[in-house]
Structure formats: structure tokens, C-alpha cells
């Protein structure tokens, strides 16, 4: 089993960055695919990025190319989403979540996830 808890969120003007942070329970981490995703009210939750077990491979959402950076540190236990030129439609409560062998992008296929923490853009 694990348990997620995010960090890092919260208000920032139009531009800005954040660095999300997920830490992980457990002495399994290394063996999970870590998964970022974003829901804004009344909108449903969406696939953000993902990264592999060993963290050389990564998956973005197109909406985020070239802005978000997805990393781990699985000495740490932790998953980390850098968000660079941050706008207002970024606004969301961002999970992370994990899973042995999920389709990266689909939040039914992960097991678990953390209690989420809020980004707020403002303009």
C-alpha cells in the first residue's frame, strides 16, 4: 500500500512557477509510475504528466509541454511537478497518484492517490 501526500501549491500571478511536490509511504516507490493530474471546479479531473519507475521516461499532456517539468527522487520517496509560466487557466486542485502498470494518462488506472493541493493563478 500507499500513502500520497502533495505539497507546494498555492496562489501565484500569471507567470510564475511553483515546484509540487508528492511524497510517498512505503518501500515500494521505485517500482511505481507516478502520475500528475489536475481537476478545476466543475471540469473533470485531467491527465497532467507522468514518469516512469526508473524516471527516464516522461508523458505530458500537450496543454503543458514545454511549461511543466515532471521528476522523482526515489531515495526520497518524492515526485516532483516544476510548473514554469504558470496561467490562469492553470487554476486546480493537483494529485498525484500511482500504480504498478497503469495507461499513464488515465486517472481510472491508478490505485492511489494523494489528497491534492491547490494552485490558484490569478491574472
Known amino acids: 500500500q500507499v500513502q500520497l501526500a502533495e505539497s507546494g501549491g498555492g496562489l501565484v500571478q500569471a507567470g510564475g512557477s511553483l515546484r509540487l511536490s508528492c511524497a510517498a509511504s512505503?518501500?515500494?516507490?521505485?517500482?511505481?509510475?507516478m502520475g500528475w493530474f489536475r481537476q478545476a471546479p466543475g471540469k473533470e479531473r485531467e491527465f497532467v504528466a507522468a514518469i516512469s519507475q526508473n524516471g527516464v521516461t516522461t508523458w505530458y499532456a500537450d496543454s503543458v509541454k514545454g511549461r511543466f517539468t515532471v521528476s522523482r527522487a526515489n531515495a526520497k520517496n518524492t515526485v516532483y511537478l516544476q510548473i514554469n509560466s504558470l496561467k490562469p487557466e492553470d487554476t486546480a486542485v493537483y494529485y498525484c497518484?500511482?500504480?504498478?502498470?497503469?495507461?499513464?494518462?488515465?486517472?481510472?488506472?491508478?490505485?492511489?492517490w494523494g489528497q491534492g493541493t491547490q494552485v490558484t493563478v490569478s491574472s
Open positions: 497518484a500511482a500504480d504498478l502498470s497503469p495507461l499513464y494518462s488515465l486517472p481510472g488506472s491508478y490505485h492511489y
Open positions: 512505503g518501500r515500494t516507490f521505485s517500482t511505481y509510475i
